[in-house]
């Protein structure tokens, strides 16, 4: 780990203020950044740290909604009564991520801040993009098991590892920032970024700004919604592919509403309009989510170790819509895929 | 150590430490105050091992991967290996020293017992994490079954494999414990 100066901030606009030098980190639960500190991937000149400012409720917002201070950990969020019973899509997402070790350290804010774990960004021994911008990306033509499927390019295919924001970018979540040119909101779709020719920045902040937290429409979709994570052991990995779905469906029958997140396939949670449209109006039935999953992994390309994935994910999405319709969600605990 | 200067905007601030500077924290560690100076960069497993000489706490593989490391900070089952100790000033740490009692010290964690009642280890260098891990999962009281403890103690690797018998000590003591917890 290299030297570095290190302050505590006591409000956001201090935090905003010191973050915003170069070489600034804001550290949180640090379960990533100090690990990537470790690895020289992460060199800061100074460690902001922010964990006694008050972001750290969660509460109630007019309208129904929930908000999720950037600094709850992962546990307290999954395991509050509220988050369990309203929006157990990101309940699920949560607990199928990490350990409990980590879960109880990590903060949500930093959930949405953690870097790629493409091993070609953490190995500083070799080319990457998004650690080095112009050094080349050492996973094309390398090792790509773990590595984006859709919506990559010819500088990046990392993906991001994060289960949280892939329920988040299904519940339409809204993120809120403070900067130095005071606060704003994101819409979740316009957080997290694709590489393109800049893969360096994962998110769309700019420098200096803070998340502070996170917004929950009020609708949860409680009665029909799955968090279907597939990964190479039963427990504690990262998703080879995640699949996301959050579904209303009608006195008829109908499906009236599908919101499909698909993770690990991407730089930022994956969705389809259009594959979702396909569903409104539609009884649940194999042929009609298999088309979804087709118009979903539209323009999906392998590279080498990754290539099972496109076919990984389209079952996936047949599975996790199944599971969805028939409010039938999987299971963290028992990992059999019904 | 280079020659960076250092920013100005960290002047003013009153928990500051520049990278020539420790700053002054105090922990709790097993009931037992400990003032201390750290340097920033210093994790709480390194302070408890290389300082405090708590050595019964492991590092694995110090990136929070293996759960060797696992204290329990504030009540809360951690990775000691990523937390910066400067950043928890105040903090009540237990390890695995901490955690038998009786008045002599002696009196073994239930946890304890049954690890060693189940043969929970084969090397033992996981032992510590697990069995500090084990209590914080039943202080969380979210596991019940089998099948939840195996999940939730995921964060516990065991290269020799002792799994089995690591889920019957836990089971072991959580039926005793769970129902009043």
Redesign the interface.
């Known amino acids: 780990m290299n030297r570095f100066d290190y302050a505590q901030a006591h409000d956001g606009a201090e935090a905003v203020r010191l973050g915003s030098a170069t070489g600034a980190r804001f550290l949180a639960g640090g379960t990533n950044l100090v690990d990537l500190m470790k690895e020289n991937v992460e060199r800061p000149v100074s460690v902001i740290d922010i964990q006694r400012l008050p972001f750290a409720a969660i509460a109630e917002l007019d309208g129904g909604g929930l908000r999720l201070g950037a600094l709850a950990t992962n546990a307290d969020t999954a395991y509050d009564p509220r988050v369990a019973e309203r929006y157990p899509l990101l309940a699920s997402a949560i607990l199928a991520g990490a350990s409990p070790q980590l879960r109880n350290r990590a903060t949500n804010g930093g959930n949405l801040n953690q870097r790629t774990r493409c091993y070609y960004f953490y190995d500083t021994a070799t080319a990457c993009n998004k650690r080095e911008p112009g050094s080349g990306c050492g996973a094309l033509g390398g090792v790509t098991r773990i590595h984006a499927i859709l919506g990559a390019s010819e500088q990046c295919i990392a993906t991001h590892p994060s289960d949280m924001c892939v329920a988040l970018a299904a519940l339409e979540a809204t993120v809120r920032v403070e900067g130095p040119d005071g606060e704003r909101t994101i819409p979740f779709a316009d957080y997290h970024r694709l590489p393109g020719d800049d893969p360096a920045r994962d998110n769309t902040l700019a420098p200096g700004e803070l998340v502070t937290g996170i917004d929950l429409p009020a609708e949860g979709f409680a009665t029909h919604f799955t968090y279907l994570k597939l990964r190479d052991r039963l427990s504690y990995a990262f998703a080879l592919v995640s699949v996301a779905v959050a579904m209303k469906v009608g006195a008829d029958g109908r499906i009236e509403t599908a919101r499909v997140a698909l993770g690990g396939v991407a730089h930022k949670p994956w969705r389809v309009p259009e594959a979702e449209a396909m569903l409104v109006g539609a009884m649940p039935s194999h042929e009609a989510f298999a088309g979804a999953a087709r118009r979903l992994l539209e323009g999906a390309v392998g590279r080498g170790d990754n290539e099972f994935k496109i076919e990984l994910a389209r079952r996936a999405i047949v599975r996790a819509l199944q599971q969805a319709a028939d409010g039938t969600p999987q299971s963290q605990i028992d990992k059999r895929v019904a | 150590?280079?020659d960076?200067v250092?920013?100005a905007?960290?002047a003013g601030?009153?928990?500051?430490?520049?990278?020539d500077t420790t700053?002054p924290i105090t922990l709790h560690l097993n009931g037992s105050a400990h003032p201390t100076r750290v340097?920033?960069?210093v994790?709480l497993l390194d302070l408890l091992r290389e300082e405090a000489h708590l050595t019964g706490t492991k590092k694995g593989c110090?990136?929070?991967q293996c759960?060797a490391c696992?204290v329990l900070?504030d009540g809360?089952?951690?990775?000691s290996?990523?937390?910066?100790a400067?950043?928890v000033d105040g903090a009540k740490v237990q390890t695995i020293e901490g955690l038998a009692g009786g008045a002599d010290g002696c009196e073994l964690d239930p946890l304890q017992q049954a690890f060693m009642d189940h043969d929970a280890f084969q090397c033992g260098y996981c032992t510590p994490g697990q069995i500090c891990?084990a209590r914080?999962?039943i202080a969380?009281g979210?596991a019940r079954?089998r099948?939840?403890v195996?999940?939730?103690?995921?964060?516990?690797l065991c290269r020799c494999g002792a799994y089995t018998n690591i889920a019957d000590a836990v089971m072991h003591v959580l039926q005793r414990e769970g129902a009043s917890s």
């Not at chain 2, 999940?151 to 516990?156: Q, T, V």
């Open positions: 150590m280079d960076t250092h920013p905007t960290l601030t009153r928990e500051t430490a520049t990278r700053l340097a920033p960069w994790t110090d990136h929070g759960g696992t900070l809360k089952r951690v990775n290996c990523l937390v910066l400067v950043s891990s914080g999962l969380e979210k079954t099948e939840e195996r999940e939730l103690m995921s964060g516990n």
